[in-house]
């Protein structure tokens, strides 16, 4: 290995001790491959165990809690005790190698497709009408009523039970990228005038206390918790860096092992506010001052980009999304010296050079997500 790419293989200790065995997150990717009832699939577990095998830490795909809070064909369920038998066979493929394998926990809210939940029915905090994954016309959610916001949070609390009896190592509480927790965080989405839109931080923080309670209920010292929030959002008004340094300075006071935040580019800067033009990671780990690891993600697709964001930021942990699934190779050749070799852009015409499950493929294939491509579309 270059040696210049040996602090990408320090290990990290979290809070409760765990340690991760390099600095390597595989990103929580939606790869729409799971059965049409959230079961686990084959093409899945194939899947995973690829891209978990070199990374520290690997986060399976955003996983629906409840039934309502579907967001993606071929979304990963942990809403029902059957769930378990197959998410057992996922947290063995995941762990295979070394790496700690964590579940992200989420529900849609506002972005739920109402063509997978029951009775097309779609709940966010405050009503609105928008186009979520792969939609061509608006879908309408509702408010969700005081009693579901209770019924959603102890959700929370049993999918993490259910990820504890599949043998996983933890969870992450997926509290961005607009679905629901952030939703609540958002004055966006949030105009509710009760007790859970007086304090918009108020439904993050319960599920946080849930979950959290549940680990000490169900798991051991050992479980991982993790807590992933988008830091700004251009809707108006939206979550602010203000609201966000608010929400870190609460988080940072819970027992959690790691933040993640959410980014297309590590070096991003504040929009608007007090802080803007600052980049939001330095801001981020400021705020956090060494209470925890914080996973830094954006636009990393080759060796030098992985290096230059842990040593430009200070970030504990750099997580792979777009690249890992171009080449589930990336961090062992790098650790072998062969980081020349790495593949970094989508090849059409090439399906056996990117070893993607048909379904995401056919994603990339159209352009769903933007990438470094041969073809330059």
Sequence with gaps: MNKKFQPLFEKITLPNKVVLENRFVLAPLTHVTSNDDGSTSNDEVVYMEQRSKDVGLAISAASNVTDLGKAFPGQPSVAHDSNI???????QAMKKNGAKAVVQIHHGGAQSL???TPDGDVAAPTPISLKSFGEQEEHHAREITEDEIKQTIKAFGEATRRV???GFDGVEIHGANHYLIHQFVSPYYNRREDEWGQDRLKFAL??????TETVKQHGNKD???GYRFSPEEAETPGISMEITESLVKQLIDKPLDYLHVSLMDIHSETREGKYKGQERIKLLLEWIDGRMPLVGIGSIFTADQAIEAIESTN???VALGREILLDHNFISKIKD???DEIISHFD?????????????WEQFNQGFYPLPRTDNK
């Excluded at 038998?85 to 947290?91: D, I, S, T, V």
């Excluded at 319960?206 to 979950?211: A, H």
């Design 164 to 166: 504890i009896e599949a």
């Design 315 to 317: 970030v504990e942990l």
């Design 337 to 339: 010296g062969k980081e």
């Design 206 to 211: 319960s599920v946080v206390d849930e979950v």
């Design 223 to 225: 479980f991982i918790v």
């Design 114 to 116: 109402p063509n997978l």
């Design 348 to 360: 059409p015409n090439r399906k056996d050079r990117h070893h993607l499950p048909p379904k995401l």
């Design 85 to 91: 038998e197959g998410l057992k066979r996922l947290a």
